[in-house]
Nanobody
């Protein structure tokens, strides 16, 4: 079972940049697809970005496409989310999550919705001030 710890969240001005990191332990990191999700007060948790176990496939929500970049380092057991051109609507608690990558399937689809992920971190707060 993998344990996840997010870091890097803080208060930042609109238009600024931030990099979140998620450190994994307790599992074979290179087996897991990883995702970043966020939840704002009063709203449901939403998908932000996901990356396959090898790093070769990524997916983004329309709201962050072109501004956020997900990456991973399987040697260091970390996944990161680089966030640029931040907006007030990006304010949320950001979570990383993991699932064993179903890349054995004939018709492969990178897991992207929150209910597809099994292991979750505790979250890190990102606040964008306007």
């Amino acid at each position: 079972q993998v344990q996840l710890v997010e870091s890097g969240g803080r208060l930042v001005q609109a238009g600024g940049s931030l990099r979140l990191s998620c450190a994994a332990s307790g599992g074979t990191f290179s087996r897991y697809a990883m995702g970043w999700f966020r939840q704002a007060p009063g709203k449901e948790r939403e998908s932000v970005a996901a990356i396959s176990s090898s790093g070769g496939t990524t997916k983004y929500s329309d709201s962050v496409k072109g501004r956020f970049t997900i990456s991973r380092d399987n040697a260091k057991n970390t996944v990161s989310l680089a966030m640029n051109s931040l907006r007030s609507e990006d304010t949320a608690v950001y979570y990383c999550a993991a699932i064993v990558d179903p890349n054995y399937r004939v018709f492969y689809a990178l897991p992207f919705s929150p209910n597809e992920y099994s292991f979750w971190g505790q979250g890190t707060q990102v606040t964008v001030s306007s």
